[in-house]
């Protein structure tokens, strides 16, 4: 596991996502540094993130619903720093 910055919105991510699904394996990706200088780069270099996870509890749902989970999950960063968001949920440990 990669560890994040203590505070940084990459920990927070990871934290929050571990506590309510219990994932398997989760990666937590800070993907600003390719948006430099685009909308929605706030300067900070935490703006738009990739997650990689794999959970039982969103195995048998729908794409669409595993996302308004994890959404939902990470409101309060959505409504703040983050401005892109990019979700892959494994189907299994490949």
């Avoid at 993907?31 to 195995?59: P, V």
Wanted: glycine residues 8%; aromatic residues 2%.
């Amino acid at each position: 596991m990669k560890e994040h910055p203590a505070g940084s919105i990459a920990a927070k991510i990871d934290e929050k996502l571990r506590a309510a699904l219990e994932p398997t394996s989760l990666e937590v990706i800070n993907e600003s540094h390719m948006h430099a200088g685009h909308a929605g780069d706030n300067g900070t270099g935490e703006s738009h993130f990739r997650i990689r996870i794999l959970a039982k509890s969103l195995g048998g749902k729908t794409r669409v619903a595993q996302h308004r989970e994890i959404n939902s999950i990470l409101a309060d960063e959505l409504k703040g720093a983050v401005h892109a968001l990019a979700i892959d949920v494994k189907r299994s440990e490949a």
